[in-house]
């Protein structure tokens, strides 16, 4: 579960934004709306613990991870979040693999090539496995992130903007492939995003508004 509480954020110490109270249960797909400016990649970045609350609460399966230690919260991240990125932000000196196995380091967790073979022959880029991040087209290097996201099978999913840069038809595929592995993994998925294409696919929705105060 993916819960927060008068969650507030201050830049430079001068602007504040108030965030609406978020709870997305176990296995539940969830939408959060807003323009740009309107806070959406700051929100995602508190719920996966990559920036600091000014206040409030970020809790997942019941554990803060607001008032967590550095490095107990890069541990707990890295075992129980998978994010996408609006950049997917890859070693560019590593292929395919080896991005995905530092993945798995980084958690802590022991690495699993037939984990890492698994999820890219579903993501259709199973060809893909030994070639630079750099070499791949926009559409693989999205199916990778993806597959790096899930590679620890996260409790929660957090996916930037995922289908921003995309026509309809690609669109409708990166949304159905977040939706089934996030079904298959019985994970919590929020997409946070301006496109008003995805409105129709998601009955649970937060809509950022105003946040500033």
């Known amino acids: 579960m993916l819960q927060t509480k008068n969650l507030t954020y201050t ?82 000196s590593l292929n395919v693999r080896d991005n995905l196995l530092l993945a798995q380091r980084l958690a802590g967790k022991p690495t699993d090539t037939g984990r890492i073979n698994e999820l890219l022959e579903r993501l259709n880029v199973g060809d893909k496995l030994k070639s630079r991040t750099d070499a791949l087209s926009i559409g693989e290097q999205q199916r990778v992130a993806i597959a790096r996201a899930l590679i620890n099978r996260p409790a929660v999913i957090l996916a930037d903007e995922p289908t921003s840069a995309l026509d309809d038809v690609n669109c409708e595929e990166v949304i159905e492939l977040l939706e089934q592995q996030a079904s298959e993994e019985n994970a919590t998925l929020l997409i946070v995003t301006h496109d008003g294409r995805l409105k129709s696919r998601f009955s649970n929705q937060i809509i950022l508004s105003d946040t500033k105060l």
């Open 11 to 92: 830049y430079d110490g001068q602007q504040l934004l108030r965030f609406p109270d978020i709870q997305c249960g176990k296995g539940d797909k969830c939408l959060l709306l807003g323009q740009s400016g309107s806070g959406k990649t700051t929100l995602l970045h508190l719920l996966g613990g990559l920036r600091q609350t000014t206040g409030g609460e970020v809790l997942i399966n019941e554990v803060r991870l607001d008032s967590m230690p550095a490095a107990r919260l890069d541990r707990f991240r890295g075992q129980n979040i998978g994010i996408v990125f609006q950049k997917a932000h890859f070693v560019r």
